[in-house]
């Protein structure tokens, strides 16, 4: 395909390809791993990415009146943690001058999210209410279908459509065949008395029976829900105002203690397994004054981030009320950095607004308020950008710099809670009485397994001697039997 097709290619899209495996892994999930099928979706995928410009598709390429009349937004997520990609079908119209604009529309954000979220699937809500005869437009419902089965691999969980009027029944039959077997699964059709068994009413409009008082505008960009930041300490509430300056500085201390567990933990480590060589490379290239070893990293531009995707928080029941996120700075100047949260009112972040020294690491605490438990659909934000070396670092130069830095300096990195009942993945969950415990690293739980498989194979291989030992115990009992009945015979034939 490269070598007959290249010039139809976008160089990026290759080299992705190239690069990342998991790109490729959901191209084959989609293709039910039949690799002839899986290589023809690639390369339709590819000449329609360059042929619709996706990689440079931006706000400032498309007309602004498209974000402006709301028909395509991301917003909320489902009862599954699955982003909401909303089409409001009523603010559609048939424009064969506005078609193809309208089209990189829905391609813009598909890849904005694909890329900020790591192809994380969506799902998608036809919001039908109040639509007619004038809203059809077969050609975009198909442009759109063949987004999510040809060129956004393994992308799509399900599609929601929110009182399809009757009159459009007859051009939905279409679409079921544009749609095929595994797509048509997904399908769910929905009313206001059904709709909620897939989107909890925190994210519906009143429209649709739900409380969420989201009014869409632009600009800014609608692409999340991270709207206020959070303030030192997170929102005030009765719980938090009887909170002393003992239980404050205990939080400080409990960190501390963390950071030996961990610390210790790490030479442990170190002293049991070899370092690999990628380790050796990792080590030379960034050496933070007060590294951390966590389960997984997100390695960033300017800040490594740990853990990479989620939270782990437990119920009310389990009592695990606080979560670890350690920053690396992997540059040479300042980085100032914020947190942002879906869910305010729940959460305390200490420090949400500061900035990390180079080569440095520093800890974020996140702690869930009293009453409140951890939900799937709740995320965090991390925001970081470089200072000037002359820029001071205080309270009133953070707040200025965040007014005058530009948004194409700013990183940003997602992360998502996860909510578990009893097992706990260890090394990022703070407990609130058992600091002091070392949590087990990815390493650990390595070399506990290898050890496991190492003696459960000597088991094998001891079991296999004891039926090779029972097994020749039996033929040398049968041949012994056959021999002293042939000489019992031998013996009664000489007398008779």
Aim: with cysteine.
């Amino acid at each position: 395909y490269l070598l007959d097709k290249s010039d139809k290619y976008d160089s990026r899209d290759v080299e992705r390809l190239q690069q990342d495996d998991k790109w490729v892994e959901n191209y084959l999930i989609w293709r039910h791993d039949v690799v002839d099928d899986t290589l023809k979706m690639i390369d339709e995928s590819f000449q329609w990415r360059k042929e619709y410009t996706v990689n440079d598709l931006s706000e400032s390429v498309l007309p602004k009146w498209l974000f402006e009349i709301g028909a395509l937004f991301l917003h909320g997520y489902d009862k599954e943690g699955y982003k909401l990609f909303w089409f409001k079908v009523k603010h559609h119209t048939r424009d064969p001058k506005q078609q193809l604009d309208k089209k990189k529309l829905v391609a813009f954000w598909l890849e904005h999210y694909a890329k900020r979220d790591h192809g994380k699937p969506l799902t998608v809500v036809f919001d039908m209410a109040e639509t007619g005869i004038s809203h059809i437009d077969l050609d975009f419902v198909r442009f759109i279908v063949n987004c999510f089965t040809d060129y956004y691999p393994n992308f799509l969980t399900k599609i929601v459509i929110f009182e399809m009027p009757w009159i459009m029944n007859a051009a939905f039959k279409i679409v079921k065949g544009w749609l095929g077997p595994d797509a048509i699964s997904m399908l769910k059709f929905t009313n206001k008395s059904d709709i909620q068994e897939y989107i909890s009413g925190e994210y519906l409009p009143p429209h649709m029976g739900g409380t969420d008082s989201f009014k869409y505008s632009y600009p800014p960009l609608v692409d999340d829900d991270f709207q206020t930041p959070l303030c030192e300490n997170g929102p005030i509430t009765n719980e938090d105002e009887h909170e002393s300056k003992e239980e404050l500085d205990a939080d400080t201390k409990e960190t501390g203690e963390l950071s030996e567990a961990q610390n210790l933990n790490q030479k442990k480590m170190n002293s049991v397994e070899p370092i690999s060589k990628s380790e050796e490379t990792d080590k030379t290239e960034v050496k933070p004054k007060n590294a951390k070893k966590a389960l997984t990293t997100f390695k960033g531009p300017l800040l490594h981030i740990s853990p990479a995707e989620e939270l782990y928080f437990g119920s009310k029941e389990t009592g695990e009320k606080k979560c670890l996120i350690v920053l690396t700075n992997v540059t040479k100047n300042v980085v100032a950095f914020k947190v942002r949260t879906t869910a305010p009112e729940k959460y305390r972040v200490k420090p949400s607004n500061s900035s990390c020294e180079p080569g440095t690491s520093l800890d974020i605490i996140v702690s869930l308020h009293g009453g409140f438990s951890a939900s799937l659909q709740d995320r965090f934000l991390i925001m970081a950008a470089e200072m000037d070396q002359s820029s001071g670092a205080g309270a009133p130069e953070l707040t200025q710099f965040w007014k005058d830095v530009p948004r194409t300096k700013v990183m940003e990195h997602r992360l998502r809670c996860h909510v578990i009942e009893s097992s706990k993945p260890s090394s990022l969950t703070l407990k609130d009485n058992a600091f002091s415990v070392p949590a087990k690293t990815n390493e650990d739980l390595h070399i506990q397994l290898t050890r496991l498989l190492q003696i459960n194979k000597r088991l094998d291989e001891q079991m296999n001697r004891c039926l090779w030992f029972q097994q020749l115990s039996v033929v040398l009992s049968l041949l012994s039997v056959t021999v002293s009945a042939f000489c019992f015979y031998l013996a009664y034939a000489q007398r008779s």
